[in-house]
C-alpha cells in the first residue's frame, strides 16, 4: 500500500487522503470498453461463417453428385475393372476441398488487408482513443480461416457422395436411378402442366430443399443485421425520448439544500454479471412524485423498480429477486422487483430514496444528483459533471454509428449467399432436365411453354419458402441475439415493422425473379442434339 501512495504522490503530486476510494485494473469494466465494443463483430462473424461453411460445403456436394450421376456409366466400368470405392470418394472429394483451401486462403488474405481489418476497425479508432496496434495473427483464427473450410467440406462431402458411390457396377453402367416417392404420389388435377410441374419439383425435392435451406441460412445473416440496425435505432429512440430532464448535475461535494427548481436523487452503481461480462447498474433513490421518471418506487430497503432493459436482458417481473454487486465494497444487494417502468438507458433500478440513504448509510437528507428542466447556478467545484439533454441526443447515436459497417456487411453477404444458392441449385435443376427438355424441344414446345414448365413451378417453393422461412428466421434470430451483445447495457426491442417483412419478402421474389431471367438463357441453349447424346 506504500508504494501505491508513493507512485500516486509523486505521478498525480496529489495527497492520498484526499482520495475517496480507488479499484483494481480486474475490476474497471471501462479498461476494456473498446475491445468489448467489437466482441459483437466477432461472435457473429465466427457463428455466420461457419454457417455458410456448411451450406457452401452442401451445395458443392450436391455439384459433385450430380456430376457422379453424369459419370455413373464411366464410374462402373471403372468398378468392374476393380477400381476401389475409397479410391473414387478420394477423387471426387480433392477438388472441392481444394477449393475449400483456396478460398480459405484468399478470403483470410482479404480479412487482414486494409480492405478487410482496416475498414472495419475504422470505426473502434474513430470513436476512442486508441494507438495503432501492430496485426496480429491469433491461432485460432488462421485455423477458423485455413483449416475449418476444407475440413468441413471434405466431411459433408464424404457424408453425401458416399452414399451415391455405393451403388453396384452394373447398376452404375446402365445409370440406374432409384424410383422416387414423386411416382407413387397421385396427382389430381385436369392440367398436364400443373402434373408436370409438381412431379418436376417433387422428382428435384432435394435441389429444392437446398434453396429453402440456403434461404434459410441467408435470412439468418440478413436478419441479424437488421436486429443490430433495429436495436441500435430503439436504443437512440428511446434514450432520447424517456430522458425528460434538460440538465442532470453529479455532485462530489453536495449541500444540504437542494438549489430552487432542483429535483434531488440519490445515485449509487452496483454491478451485474452478464455471460461473463461486468456490466453496470444505476441505483436511483427518488421521491415517489418526482415528475423527470415514470418510477413509483415502494418504501423499503429490498423493495426496487427496474427499467425495461433489465427486464428484456433477464426476463425479470415482478415479485422476483434480483441481487446485485457493489465491487468497491465487495456486498451484494438484493432486492425485490415491485415494478417494471419505460426507462431505457443502461441498466437502472429506482428505490425510495429514503429507503436507498438507510440502505447505503447516508444522512436522511443526502442526495448528490439534481435533475433539472432548466439550467440551475451550481458552483462548479462542487460537481463531477453536468449532462444536458443535448449530450444525450449526441452520445444517443454512438450505437449506429459503431455498428453500420456490420449491418450492411451481414445484409449484402446475406442477400450474396441467397442469389449464389438459389441460382446453383436452380442451374442443377435445369442441367438434371437437360435431356427432357430437348426432347419436349423436338416435340415442338415453345420457349415459353418449356419455362413455364420447368422454371415457374420453382416460384411456388420461393414463395412458399419465403413466408415459411423470414418468420423461422426471425424466431431464431431474436433468441440467440442477445449472446451476440452480453458486454452491452441497453434494451433488447427486436420487433420489426410490418413493412421490413414485407420489403424481405419482396426482395426474396425479385431475387428469384433475376435467376429465372438468367436461367432462360441457358434453357434457351440447350438443343434437340442432347437426345441423341443420351441415346442408348
Same mark, same amino acid.
Given at each position: 500500500?506504500?508504494?501505491?501512495?508513493?507512485?500516486?504522490?509523486?505521478?498525480?503530486? +496529489?495527497? +492520498?487522503?484526499?482520495?475517496?476510494?480507488?479499484?483494481?485494473?480486474?475490476?474497471?469494466?471501462?479498461?476494456?470498453? $473498446?475491445?468489448?465494443?467489437?466482441?459483437?463483430?466477432?461472435?457473429?462473424?465466427?457463428?455466420?461463417?461457419?454457417?455458410?461453411?456448411?451450406?457452401?460445403?452442401?451445395?458443392?456436394?450436391?455439384?459433385?453428385?450430380?456430376?457422379?450421376?453424369?459419370?455413373?456409366?464411366?464410374?462402373?466400368?471403372?468398378?468392374?475393372?476393380?477400381?476401389?470405392?475409397?479410391?473414387?470418394?478420394?477423387?471426387?472429394?480433392?477438388?472441392?476441398?481444394?477449393?475449400?483451401?483456396?478460398?480459405?486462403?484468399?478470403?483470410?488474405?482479404?480479412?487482414?488487408?486494409?480492405?478487410?481489418?482496416?475498414?472495419?476497425?475504422?470505426?473502434?479508432?474513430?470513436?476512442?482513443?486508441?494507438?495503432?496496434?501492430?496485426?496480429?495473427?491469433?491461432?485460432?483464427?488462421?485455423?477458423?480461416?485455413?483449416?475449418?473450410?476444407?475440413?468441413?467440406? $471434405?466431411?459433408?462431402?464424404?457424408?453425401?457422395?458416399?452414399?451415391?458411390?455405393?451403388?453396384?457396377?452394373?447398376?452404375?453402367?446402365? !445409370?440406374?436411378?432409384?424410383?422416387?416417392?414423386?411416382?407413387?404420389?397421385?396427382?389430381?388435377?385436369?392440367?398436364?402442366?400443373?402434373?408436370?410441374?409438381? *412431379?418436376?419439383?417433387?422428382?428435384? $425435392?432435394?435441389? $429444392?430443399?437446398?434453396?429453402?435451406?440456403?434461404?434459410?441460412?441467408?435470412?439468418?445473416?440478413?436478419?441479424?443485421?437488421?436486429?443490430?440496425?433495429?436495436?441500435?435505432?430503439?436504443?437512440?429512440?428511446?434514450?432520447?425520448?424517456?430522458?425528460?430532464?434538460?440538465?442532470?448535475?453529479?455532485?462530489?461535494?453536495?449541500?444540504?439544500?437542494?438549489?430552487?427548481?432542483?429535483?434531488?436523487?440519490?445515485?449509487?452503481?452496483?454491478?451485474?454479471?452478464?455471460?461473463?461480462?461486468?456490466?453496470?447498474?444505476?441505483?436511483?433513490?427518488?421521491?415517489?412524485?418526482?415528475?423527470?421518471?415514470?418510477?413509483?418506487?415502494?418504501?423499503?430497503? !429490498?423493495?426496487?423498480?427496474?427499467?425495461?432493459?433489465?427486464?428484456?436482458?433477464?426476463?425479470?417481473?415482478?415479485?422476483?429477486? #434480483?441481487?446485485?454487486?457493489?465491487?468497491?465494497?465487495?456486498?451484494?444487494?438484493?432486492?425485490?422487483?415491485?415494478?417494471?417502468?419505460?426507462?431505457?438507458?443502461?441498466?437502472?433500478?429506482?428505490?425510495?430514496?429514503?429507503?436507498?440513504?438507510?440502505?447505503?448509510?447516508?444522512?436522511?437528507?443526502?442526495?448528490? #444528483?439534481?435533475?433539472?428542466?432548466?439550467?440551475?447556478?451550481?458552483?462548479?467545484?462542487?460537481?463531477?459533471?453536468?449532462? =444536458?439533454?443535448?449530450?444525450?441526443?449526441?452520445?444517443?447515436?454512438?450505437?449506429?454509428?459503431?455498428?453500420?459497417?456490420?449491418?450492411?456487411?451481414?445484409?449484402?453477404?446475406?442477400?450474396?449467399?441467397?442469389?449464389?444458392?438459389?441460382?446453383?441449385?436452380? !442451374?442443377?435443376?435445369?442441367?438434371?432436365?437437360?435431356?427432357?427438355? =430437348?426432347?419436349?424441344?423436338?416435340?415442338?414446345? *415453345?420457349?415459353?411453354?418449356?419455362?413455364?414448365?420447368?422454371?415457374?413451378?420453382?416460384?411456388?417453393?420461393?414463395?412458399?419458402?419465403?413466408? +415459411?422461412?423470414?418468420?423461422?428466421?426471425?424466431?431464431?434470430?431474436?433468441?440467440?441475439?442477445?449472446?451476440?451483445?452480453?458486454?452491452?447495457?441497453?434494451?433488447?426491442?427486436?420487433?420489426?415493422?410490418?413493412?421490413?417483412?414485407?420489403?424481405?419478402?419482396?426482395?426474396?421474389?425479385?431475387?428469384?425473379?433475376?435467376?429465372?431471367?438468367?436461367?432462360?438463357?441457358?434453357? !434457351?441453349?440447350?438443343?434437340?442434339?442432347?437426345?441423341?447424346?443420351?441415346?442408348?
Amino acid at each position: 500500500m506504500e508504494d501505491v501512495d508513493e507512485l500516486l504522490d509523486e505521478i498525480f503530486d +496529489i495527497d +492520498i487522503d484526499n482520495l475517496t476510494n480507488f479499484i483494481t485494473a480486474d475490476d474497471n469494466i471501462r479498461i476494456e470498453a $473498446a475491445a468489448g465494443d467489437v466482441v459483437m463483430d466477432k461472435n457473429g462473424g465466427l457463428i455466420a461463417g461457419v454457417i455458410v461453411l456448411i451450406l457452401f460445403a452442401y451445395v458443392i456436394s450436391v455439384f459433385v453428385v450430380h456430376q457422379i450421376e453424369r459419370e455413373s456409366s464411366v464410374i462402373g466400368a471403372l468398378y468392374a475393372l476393380g477400381v476401389k470405392k475409397k479410391e473414387l470418394l478420394r477423387h471426387y472429394i480433392t477438388l472441392p476441398t481444394i477449393i475449400a483451401f483456396i478460398g480459405g486462403v484468399i478470403g483470410t488474405a482479404i480479412g487482414f488487408s486494409p480492405v478487410g481489418i482496416g475498414t472495419q476497425t475504422a470505426d473502434t479508432y474513430n470513436y476512442f482513443s486508441l494507438p495503432e496496434y501492430d496485426l496480429v495473427f491469433p491461432v485460432y483464427l488462421l485455423i477458423y480461416a485455413l483449416v475449418l473450410p476444407p475440413v468441413i467440406s $471434405a466431411i459433408v462431402n464424404i457424408l453425401v457422395i458416399n452414399k451415391k458411390l455405393s451403388q453396384t457396377a452394373l447398376s452404375l453402367i446402365k !445409370n440406374e436411378q432409384k424410383a422416387g416417392s414423386y411416382k407413387q404420389v397421385n396427382i389430381k388435377g385436369k392440367s398436364f402442366p400443373h402434373i408436370f410441374r409438381t *412431379r418436376q419439383m417433387l422428382r428435384e $425435392a432435394r435441389s $429444392a430443399a437446398t434453396v429453402v435451406l440456403g434461404m434459410l441460412i441467408s435470412l439468418l445473416v440478413v436478419i441479424l443485421g437488421l436486429d443490430c440496425y433495429v436495436m441500435c435505432i430503439s436504443v437512440k429512440r428511446d434514450n432520447i425520448n424517456e430522458t425528460r430532464y434538460e440538465y442532470m448535475y453529479y455532485y462530489k461535494y453536495p449541500g444540504k439544500e437542494v438549489p430552487k427548481g432542483g429535483e434531488a436523487a440519490y445515485i449509487e452503481t452496483l454491478s451485474t454479471d452478464c455471460m461473463g461480462y461486468t456490466l453496470d447498474v444505476t441505483v436511483i433513490g427518488i421521491d415517489e412524485d418526482n415528475p423527470f421518471f415514470d418510477a413509483k418506487p415502494k418504501k423499503g430497503k !429490498n423493495k426496487a423498480v427496474i427499467n425495461n432493459s433489465l427486464y428484456e436482458r433477464y426476463g425479470y417481473k415482478e415479485g422476483d429477486k #434480483v441481487i446485485f454487486t457493489d465491487l468497491t465494497a465487495d456486498m451484494d444487494y438484493a432486492f425485490t422487483v415491485t415494478d417494471v417502468v419505460d426507462y431505457s438507458p443502461g441498466f437502472t433500478i429506482f428505490m425510495d430514496i429514503g429507503s436507498m440513504r438507510e440502505l447505503f448509510g447516508q444522512d436522511e437528507d443526502y442526495f448528490n #444528483v439534481v435533475y433539472s428542466d432548466k439550467e440551475l447556478d451550481i458552483e462548479k467545484g462542487r460537481l463531477y459533471s453536468i449532462t =444536458s439533454k443535448s449530450d444525450i441526443e449526441k452520445s444517443a447515436g454512438v450505437f449506429i454509428d459503431q455498428m453500420q459497417s456490420l449491418i450492411w456487411t451481414l445484409i449484402i453477404a446475406g442477400s450474396v449467399i441467397f442469389c449464389v444458392v438459389m441460382f446453383l441449385m436452380m !442451374n442443377v435443376m435445369i442441367d438434371r432436365s437437360s435431356y427432357g427438355i =430437348s426432347l419436349i424441344k423436338i416435340f415442338g414446345y *415453345r420457349p415459353k411453354e418449356i419455362r413455364q414448365l420447368y422454371l415457374n413451378g420453382n416460384f411456388a417453393i420461393i414463395a412458399v419458402g419465403g413466408l +415459411i422461412c423470414i418468420p423461422a428466421a426471425k424466431l431464431i434470430m431474436n433468441k440467440v441475439y442477445p449472446m451476440f451483445v452480453p458486454n452491452v447495457a441497453c434494451t433488447m426491442k427486436l420487433s420489426f415493422p410490418w413493412y421490413i417483412y414485407l420489403i424481405i419478402y419482396v426482395g426474396i421474389i425479385v431475387f428469384y425473379l433475376i435467376v429465372n431471367r438468367l436461367l432462360t438463357g441457358k434453357i !434457351n441453349k440447350i438443343t434437340p442434339a442432347e437426345v441423341l447424346k443420351n441415346r442408348e
